[in-house]
């Protein structure tokens, strides 16, 4: 959600390695998976345009990408693996934006295959 309210992409990145750190203290044995956020469709109006500060999602998930990286943290990079269009949209979202229950399912098959490795 920082990107539908404009925080700024470094205000976000820091955010999230402020959480990646409190979880890497309190469980330190855990494995962090980060997820790189997927473009969206909203009512059908094709990928979303940049926030009300300009600032496009792709800075948001090349701050996600930079930090799975200084962190050794496992990336599940979802654009990498699920189109999003005006064409597909329906088949894993249920509103454009969050999953419908094929999208969670595939998901979940994603995530159990990055553990199970």
């Given amino acids: 959600n920082d990107f539908l309210f404009s925080f700024e992409p470094e205000d976000f990145y820091q955010a999230l390695q402020n959480e990646i750190t409190l ?5 330190p044995e ?3 998976m ?3 956020p997927h473009e969206n469709v909203y009512a059908g109006s094709g990928k979303v345009a ?3 500060q300009g600032i496009f999602l792709t ?6 990408k930079k930090l799975a990286a200084e ?5 599940l990079d979802v654009p990498a693996l699920v189109t999003v269009d005006e064409d597909t949209h ?3 979202f249920r509103d ?3 999953y419908n229950e094929q999208g969670r399912f595939y998901m979940a098959e994603y995530i159990i295959d990055i553990i199970e490795k």
């Fill in 23 to 27: 979880i890497q203290n309190e469980y």
């Fill in 30 to 32: 855990a494995q962090i």
């Fill in 34 to 36: 980060i997820m790189v």
């Fill in 50 to 52: 940049p926030n009300e």
């Fill in 59 to 64: 800075e948001y998930a090349d701050a996600v």
């Fill in 71 to 75: 962190q050794n943290l496992t990336l």
């Fill in 90 to 92: 329906k088949e894993y």
């Fill in 96 to 98: 454009g934006c969050h």
